[in-house]
């Protein structure tokens, strides 16, 4: 008998008490929660929440845009630039930092010190980034290694909360939910930001009319 | 041991609850880190559920999706195995802890690697697979930060999210000074305490780690049966590191872990941050499909785990334990945890979730005392985000502790009876705290080497074991209330 046969055995004896005839579906789930904890303006929640995790937010016109990354990246004296495939080359600005693009090593990465990316959706309850490795993001090495992620996200791709966002993402791809730049709390339960994960965390916000 | 009973779950030697605790409770050190550590989450979690004014429909959810595949649990396993793999992932099934060391011994062999980066996962703990891949030759580095300061210490964990809680950050920077250099790259000089560069240091110390390992072992926080997509729940990136860099990852995963469908997740990444690191989203959250060609490892292994959980899966009352999404609110609200720390319930589950789940997952005969590791004050049940009713399972396994050593020294039914009535005692506050204070003041009286006698009252038949340690000279209600004049337990 292998083990797969035991175990499943093993379960069907257990569940002895469950009706045969007891349909998959027999038991549905009360869903009667919200399908969101969002008040009107999401993207201001957004923002708001994701600068709660100790990023820096800025949020910036379409025309304004590439502008406001270079600042950014200006500001925190980046010498190295990963730009994954599929990144609006409009967005990217020029600079003192060198340009590094795929096929990329793993040492590459570690060297570099900032990837600048796209995303797939913005959550504005949790204030959480969710990357899909989709045109602009690149394989999830690429936003993992460098010490710094500079993300863009249009205000059109903020979904309200949780709910909306499982239901807008493909589970066959594969995902990684930022929320802020990677934290510990494993001394004394005080948060310290940034351990194995970028250390630092931007995020532009694009949109037509930003309430700054 | 019955054949399908969990091995591992418990260390072994380590003394029943009652002896342990005692020893926690004399170290001064060890409670004013649980103090401060448990008071600050316990805030931190308040604050954020109290912001979800539908909490409360999103427990009852989480609770009838968990209770739903229980019943069904055979089903989704199957559809899990099938998505899984279809998306070019291999699953295996372990029937106890010495099958799923074995498969992922094998594993690892395969590659001809000698070392693996490890998740953080309750579920290789629980079946000592560091240990087990040590005897076949191959180093196994734990790379979360408390799981780091856990193994250079060559300590136990303490706590479930946050195992190194017993340690202050003057231990930790001892630690790493003096075991760093052992393990690979030492700590930098001049090593200060403040947790950032304690941060830091272990950021350097698994850097060159991360970069080199070709195999990962990681747990999973959940299995989706519709889709096969696997996920798992972090705060630093190590697991982030370990889910993409390496070629071949192992996740070893308890069966009851299983979701239905990818919508189920609306509910669980709602409940699991909030109630675990007290935070509306915790840092990262991974999820994966099988092998993405030219993204994160091209092989992929699924361990599909029972080691006991199909013995507690037969208990219609003890069942519901295998919903626990190992957020670990229990043990932060628990008044017993805070004053004795994890290790005292010897068991790599403590807390009341240990206190019911290590006793089935085991058997009851191989864990005794700790159903008793707890007042019943409900303080569990109120933060569980899947409404286990802990003790409800609590004073059910204390019956069958009794039923258990009754069978076993074939006492005619007299402790039996005595236990019911014990039950009833503990089940009301008033009176387990007057049957506490006599059973302290008789313990003492009787004590000799620390062995009680039998003991007048209403514990008489309970404490007739000749194994029974004596009771510490202060009861956990009689300090509760010693030291919280306000009642605020009740
Ligand atoms: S029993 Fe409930 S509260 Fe305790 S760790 Fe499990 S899910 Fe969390």
């Given at each position: 008998m292998t083990a797969r046969d035991t175990v499943l055995g093993r379960i069907r004896a257990a569940l002895a008490d469950v009706p045969a005839d007891e349909a998959v579906g027999d038991a549905p789930v009360p869903r009667d929660y919200r399908r969101s904890h969002a008040e009107a303006d999401e993207v201001g929640l957004f923002a708001e929440r994701v600068a709660d995790y100790r990023a820096r937010v800025v949020q910036a016109t379409p025309e304004r845009a590439r502008a406001t990354i270079a600042g950014l990246l200006a500001g925190s004296d980046v010498r190295t630039l990963v730009v994954p495939p599929g990144f609006p080359p409009e967005?990217?600005?020029?600079?003192?930092?060198?340009?590094?693009?795929?096929?990329?090593?793993?040492?590459?990465?570690?060297?570099?010190?900032?990837?600048?990316?796209?995303?797939?959706?913005?959550?504005?309850?949790?204030?959480?980034?969710?990357?899909?490795?989709?045109?602009?993001?690149?394989?999830r090495a690429l936003t993992l290694l460098p010490d710094h992620h500079l993300c863009v996200v249009r205000a059109e791709q903020i979904v309200a909360d949780v709910p909306d966002a499982v239901a807008l993402l493909d589970p066959g791809r594969p995902l990684t939910f930022v929320s802020g730049p990677s934290a510990t709390s494993d001394i004394e339960l005080d948060r310290v930001e940034g351990v194995h994960g970028p250390r630092s965390l931007d995020v532009v916000i694009v949109r037509e009319e930003p309430h700054v | 041991m019955s054949p399908d009973s969990g091995t591992n779950v418990v260390w072994l030697g380590s003394p029943g609850f009652p002896e342990a605790a005692r020893t926690a409770l004399g170290d001064p050190q060890l409670r004013r880190n649980l103090r401060k550590a448990t008071a600050t989450i316990r805030d931190k979690r308040l604050a954020v559920t109290g912001e979800l004014d539908d909490w409360e429909?999103?427990?009852?959810?989480?609770?009838?999706?968990?209770?739903?595949?229980?019943?069904?649990?055979?089903?989704?396993?199957?559809?899990?195995?099938?998505?899984?793999?279809?998306?070019?992932?291999?699953?295996?099934?372990?029937?106890?802890?010495?099958?799923?060391?074995?498969?992922?011994?094998?594993l690892v062999r395969a590659t001809g690697e000698a070392e693996v980066v490890k998740v953080k996962s309750m579920a290789t703990q629980e079946?000592?697979?560091?240990?087990?891949?040590?005897?076949?030759?191959?180093?196994?580095?734990?790379?979360?930060?408390?799981?780091?300061?856990?193994?250079?210490?060559?300590?136990?964990?303490?706590?479930?999210?946050?195992?190194?809680?017993?340690?202050?950050?003057?231990?930790?920077?001892?630690?790493?000074?003096?075991?760093m250099g052992a393990w690979g790259r030492p700590a930098p000089d001049g090593l200060t305490d403040e947790p950032r560069a304690l941060a830091e240091a272990a950021r350097l110390h698994l850097r060159d780690k991360f970069l080199r390992a070709k195999v990962a072992v990681s747990g999973a926080n959940f299995a989706i049966a519709e889709t096969g997509t696997v996920g798992v729940v972090e705060s630093e990136g190590n697991g982030r590191m370990c889910l993409t860099l390496p070629e071949t990852l192992i996740t070893v995963m308890g069966i009851e872990k299983v979701l239905p469908r990818w919508q189920d997740l609306e509910v669980f990444l709602q409940l699991l941050p909030r109630s675990s690191t007290g935070e509306r989203m915790n840092p990262y959250t991974s999820t994966w499909?099988?092998?993405?060609?030219?993204?994160?490892?091209?092989?992929?292994?699924?361990?599909?785990?029972?080691?006991?959980?199909?013995?507690?899966?037969?208990?219609?009352?003890?069942?519901?334990?295998?919903?626990?999404?190992?957020?670990?609110?229990?043990?932060?609200?628990?008044?017993?945890?805070?004053?004795?720390?994890?290790?005292?319930?010897?068991?790599?589950?403590?807390?009341?979730?240990?206190?019911?789940?290590?006793?089935?997952?085991?058997?009851?005969?191989?864990?005794?005392?700790?159903?008793?590791?707890s007042t019943l004050c409900g303080a569990c049940y109120d933060a569980c985000p899947v409404k286990i009713n802990i003790p409800?399972?609590?004073?059910?396994?204390?019956?069958?502790?009794?039923?258990?050593?009754?069978?076993?020294?074939?006492?005619?039914?007299?402790?039996?009876?005595?236990?019911?009535?014990?039950?009833?005692?503990?089940?009301?506050?008033?009176?387990?705290?007057?049957?506490?204070?006599?059973?302290?003041?008789?313990?003492?009286?009787?004590?000799?080497?620390?062995?009680?006698?039998?003991?007048?009252?209403?514990?008489?038949?309970?404490?007739?074991?000749?194994?029974?340690?004596?009771?510490?000279?202060?009861?956990?209600?009689?300090?509760?209330?010693?030291?919280?004049?306000?009642?605020?337990?009740?």
């Amino acid at each position: 008998m292998t083990a797969r046969d035991t175990v499943l055995g093993r379960i069907r004896a257990a569940l002895a008490d469950v009706p045969a005839d007891e349909a998959v579906g027999d038991a549905p789930v009360p869903r009667d929660y919200r399908r969101s904890h969002a008040e009107a303006d999401e993207v201001g929640l957004f923002a708001e929440r994701v600068a709660d995790y100790r990023a820096r937010v800025v949020q910036a016109t379409p025309e304004r845009a590439r502008a406001t990354i270079a600042g950014l990246l200006a500001g925190s004296d980046v010498r190295t630039l990963v730009v994954p495939p599929g990144f609006p080359p409009e967005l990217v600005p020029e600079g003192p930092w060198r340009r590094l693009e795929e096929p990329l090593e793993p040492g590459d990465l570690e060297a570099a010190d900032t990837v600048l990316t796209t995303c797939r959706a913005g959550i504005a309850v949790t204030g959480t980034i969710v990357l899909d490795a989709g045109p602009g993001q690149g394989r999830r090495a690429l936003t993992l290694l460098p010490d710094h992620h500079l993300c863009v996200v249009r205000a059109e791709q903020i979904v309200a909360d949780v709910p909306d966002a499982v239901a807008l993402l493909d589970p066959g791809r594969p995902l990684t939910f930022v929320s802020g730049p990677s934290a510990t709390s494993d001394i004394e339960l005080d948060r310290v930001e940034g351990v194995h994960g970028p250390r630092s965390l931007d995020v532009v916000i694009v949109r037509e009319e930003p309430h700054v | 041991m019955s054949p399908d009973s969990g091995t591992n779950v418990v260390w072994l030697g380590s003394p029943g609850f009652p002896e342990a605790a005692r020893t926690a409770l004399g170290d001064p050190q060890l409670r004013r880190n649980l103090r401060k550590a448990t008071a600050t989450i316990r805030d931190k979690r308040l604050a954020v559920t109290g912001e979800l004014d539908d909490w409360e429909q999103l427990r009852e959810a989480g609770a009838a999706t968990k209770r739903h595949t229980l019943r069904h649990l055979d089903r989704y396993l199957l559809r899990l195995e099938d998505s899984v793999t279809k998306a070019g992932g291999v699953v295996h099934w372990a029937a106890d802890a010495a099958g799923a060391n074995r498969i992922v011994t094998d594993l690892v062999r395969a590659t001809g690697e000698a070392e693996v980066v490890k998740v953080k996962s309750m579920a290789t703990q629980e079946i000592g697979l560091n240990e087990a891949l040590e005897q076949a030759g191959i180093r196994a580095y734990e790379t979360d930060l408390a799981e780091l300061i856990v193994q250079l210490g060559d300590d136990r964990p303490s706590h479930i999210l946050v195992p190194a809680i017993h340690r202050n950050r003057a231990e930790i920077r001892e630690i790493f000074q003096r075991e760093m250099g052992a393990w690979g790259r030492p700590a930098p000089d001049g090593l200060t305490d403040e947790p950032r560069a304690l941060a830091e240091a272990a950021r350097l110390h698994l850097r060159d780690k991360f970069l080199r390992a070709k195999v990962a072992v990681s747990g999973a926080n959940f299995a989706i049966a519709e889709t096969g997509t696997v996920g798992v729940v972090e705060s630093e990136g190590n697991g982030r590191m370990c889910l993409t860099l390496p070629e071949t990852l192992i996740t070893v995963m308890g069966i009851e872990k299983v979701l239905p469908r990818w919508q189920d997740l609306e509910v669980f990444l709602q409940l699991l941050p909030r109630s675990s690191t007290g935070e509306r989203m915790n840092p990262y959250t991974s999820t994966w499909r099988g092998v993405t060609p030219g993204d994160g490892p091209q092989a992929f292994h699924l361990v599909l785990l029972d080691n006991g959980r199909t013995a507690t899966l037969a208990d219609t009352v003890g069942r519901q334990a295998l919903a626990c999404i190992r957020c670990s609110a229990c043990l932060n609200v628990c008044p017993v945890y805070e004053r004795t720390g994890g290790h005292a319930y010897g068991s790599v589950y403590p807390g009341p979730i240990g206190a019911i789940l290590t006793p089935q997952l085991v058997g009851v005969e191989h864990a005794a005392t700790l159903p008793f590791a707890s007042t019943l004050c409900g303080a569990c049940y109120d933060a569980c985000p899947v409404k286990i009713n802990i003790p409800e399972v609590l004073t059910h396994l204390r019956a069958e502790v009794v039923e258990a050593k009754r069978a076993k020294r074939r006492v005619p039914g007299a402790e039996a009876l005595a236990m019911k009535a014990a039950t009833a005692v503990l089940a009301s506050p008033r009176r387990l705290s007057v049957a506490q204070k006599a059973a302290a003041l008789g313990g003492r009286l009787v004590s000799r080497k620390d062995v009680i006698g039998p003991l007048p009252g209403p514990l008489h038949a309970w404490t007739d074991a000749r194994d029974t340690p004596a009771p510490p000279t202060e009861s956990f209600r009689a300090w509760w209330q010693r030291t919280h004049p306000t009642g605020a337990d009740s």
